[in-house]
Structures are given as structure tokens and as C-alpha cells.
């Protein structure tokens, strides 16, 4: 399949997607964007099939590797592959801004392939408005299978009994994060097609510079002194949630 530009088509604005009855439907369907959750209004799609990363790449030490490759799932397509170098806490990501100035609930999904179970993998979603930054986490770490989220202390609440996630496998997992910039909570996660209310818990906000704006940032952080993989595909920043 050669590369292109990235199909909104594909994106279904305001409605529920299709389901997901098993992992196995998740590596057959080539689109790759399966959802049980209502999605919002689609603002930035990214399924790198134009050969771009469409972000910057940040990293603490020179990864081993970054850029497009072969979608190791999908044949004939492609993927984001972010590599790490091989020490303690390194890390690499994906982050992409995007002007924007209405608080509302708005969402990041994506599909994440990681196969190592030395790293922990982090879904960032931010806003920034009125010299505030609002700062919500999803992590989960894939050597002891846990789930966190940055509270509004600027730490990590443990939520495993919630949200016990699949890392690794060999196979991309979808996940969803919605978080409401009105309230300052998070409002939900989906994960392989199961949604977790998460309503309960606030995010982080910090003082900030920066100019309004959504920003998503993606990307994998090693536990020991070895390198870890993470694929990301089809990335996609929703407003206006339900």
C-alpha cells in the first residue's frame, strides 16, 4: 500500500465505532480505529501513512531509533516506531500541539504495540488557557502489569483494580483518554474496547507561558538498562466528548 495522506474518512465523528469482541478483530481490521465509546469532534488525526511523524521526537539520551516504520501488525502499513537507548529512565515520545482555547472534555486514543515488559508506557493529553496548564497522565507499567494516573499533587494514583491492562503482548492494545479541562477531572479511559470511569480523580495544574493549545504526547520510558520498543498508530484529539 503506498503512503498518503492521513483518510478522515475513517474517523467516525459523534458516533460509536465498531465494536471489539476480541483482540483477534483488533489485528485483523487494517483502519486500526475500533471504539465502543462515543467519540467527539475530530480535531488531528495521525496514521502516518504520509511518511511523517507529524510531531517532535524528545528524548532524555539519543534513542536507538525513531521514525516511520512497517507496521509490524498490519501488513502494507505504516507506524510511528519509538526505540529507547538502553539505561535506566531513558525515555522517548511523540508531541504534537494543536492551537486551541475552549475548555471542554476532549480525548486522545491511539494504538500502542510494546512487546517488552522492562518500560513503562505514558499517554499524555494537556491544555493550556489562561497561563494554566492542565496535565493529565495515563501509565502503565508493563513489568508488573500496574496502572496510574497523575493526581493533582503531581504524583501517581495506583488504579490496577480499575484498569488491569494487557502490556505487553504481541498485538496493538487501543487506548482512549477523556479528560474534562472545565471540571479539572479526568472523566474516563478505554482500553480494548472496556471503559473505566475515572470521574472520581483530578488531574494536575501548574502555572504555564504557553499560548492555548491541546497537546498529546505519547511515548515509553525504560525501567532497567534495556532498550524497550513502543508502535504507535492511528492517533486521534477529540473535543467537545460526551
Same mark, same amino acid.
Given at each position: 500500500?503506498? *503512503?498518503?495522506?492521513?483518510?478522515?474518512?475513517?474517523?467516525?465523528?459523534?458516533?460509536?465505532?465498531?465494536?471489539?469482541?476480541?483482540?483477534?478483530?483488533?489485528?485483523?481490521?487494517?483502519?486500526?480505529?475500533?471504539?465502543?465509546?462515543? *467519540?467527539?469532534?475530530?480535531?488531528?488525526?495521525?496514521?502516518?501513512?504520509?511518511?511523517?511523524?507529524?510531531?517532535?521526537? %524528545?528524548?532524555?539520551?539519543?534513542?536507538?531509533?525513531?521514525?516511520?516504520? *512497517?507496521?509490524?501488525?498490519?501488513?502494507?502499513?505504516?507506524?510511528? @516506531?519509538?526505540?529507547?537507548?538502553?539505561?535506566?529512565?531513558?525515555?522517548? $515520545?511523540?508531541?504534537?500541539?494543536?492551537?486551541?482555547? &475552549?475548555?471542554?472534555?476532549?480525548?486522545?486514543?491511539?494504538?500502542?504495540?510494546?512487546?517488552?515488559?522492562?518500560?513503562?508506557?505514558? &499517554? @499524555?493529553?494537556?491544555?493550556?488557557?489562561?497561563?494554566?496548564?492542565?496535565?493529565?497522565?495515563?501509565?502503565?507499567?508493563?513489568?508488573?502489569?500496574? %496502572?496510574?494516573?497523575?493526581?493533582?499533587?503531581? %504524583?501517581? =494514583?495506583?488504579?490496577?483494580?480499575?484498569?488491569?491492562?494487557?502490556?505487553?503482548?504481541?498485538?496493538? $492494545?487501543?487506548?482512549?483518554?477523556? &479528560?474534562?479541562? =472545565? =471540571?479539572?477531572?479526568?472523566? *474516563?479511559?478505554?482500553?480494548?474496547?472496556?471503559?473505566?470511569?475515572?470521574?472520581?480523580?483530578?488531574?494536575? $495544574?501548574?502555572? =504555564?507561558?504557553?499560548?492555548?493549545?491541546?497537546?498529546?504526547?505519547?511515548?515509553?520510558?525504560?525501567?532497567?538498562? %534495556?532498550?524497550?520498543?513502543?508502535?504507535?498508530?492511528?492517533?486521534?484529539?477529540?473535543? $467537545?466528548?460526551?
Amino acid at each position: 500500500m503506498s *503512503r498518503g495522506s492521513a483518510d478522515f474518512s475513517n474517523v467516525r465523528n459523534n458516533g460509536i465505532a465498531h465494536s471489539v469482541p476480541s483482540a483477534s478483530e483488533l489485528l485483523n481490521r487494517p483502519d486500526g480505529i475500533i471504539s465502543m465509546d462515543v *467519540r467527539g469532534q475530530c480535531i488531528l488525526y495521525n496514521d502516518f501513512e504520509d511518511g511523517s511523524e507529524n510531531g517532535a521526537i %524528545t528524548f532524555s539520551a539519543t534513542p536507538n531509533y525513531f521514525g516511520i516504520a *512497517r507496521n509490524n501488525v498490519f501488513p502494507g502499513f505504516w507506524s510511528l @516506531r519509538l526505540s529507547t537507548n538502553a539505561g535506566i529512565n531513558n525515555n522517548v $515520545q511523540l508531541e504534537h500541539k494543536v492551537p486551541y482555547s &475552549v475548555s471542554d472534555k476532549s480525548g486522545l486514543e491511539a494504538l500502542l504495540y510494546c512487546n517488552i515488559s522492562n518500560a513503562i508506557i505514558k &499517554v @499524555r493529553l494537556h491544555f493550556y488557557k489562561d497561563l494554566v496548564l492542565h496535565e493529565a497522565i495515563v501509565r502503565f507499567d508493563t513489568n508488573d502489569s500496574k %496502572t496510574y494516573i497523575l493526581n493533582s499533587s503531581g %504524583t501517581f =494514583t495506583e488504579i490496577t483494580s480499575l484498569i488491569d491492562h494487557d502490556f505487553p503482548r504481541p498485538y496493538y $492494545q487501543q487506548v482512549k483518554l477523556v &479528560v474534562d479541562f =472545565t =471540571t479539572g477531572k479526568y472523566v *474516563r479511559v478505554l482500553l480494548n474496547g472496556v471503559i473505566f470511569d475515572l470521574s472520581s480523580y483530578d488531574y494536575r $495544574q501548574s502555572a =504555564t507561558i504557553i499560548k492555548p493549545a491541546i497537546e498529546y504526547k505519547i511515548g515509553i520510558e525504560n525501567i532497567t538498562a %534495556t532498550a524497550a520498543d513502543l508502535f504507535i498508530d492511528n492517533i486521534i484529539v477529540t473535543i $467537545q466528548e460526551p
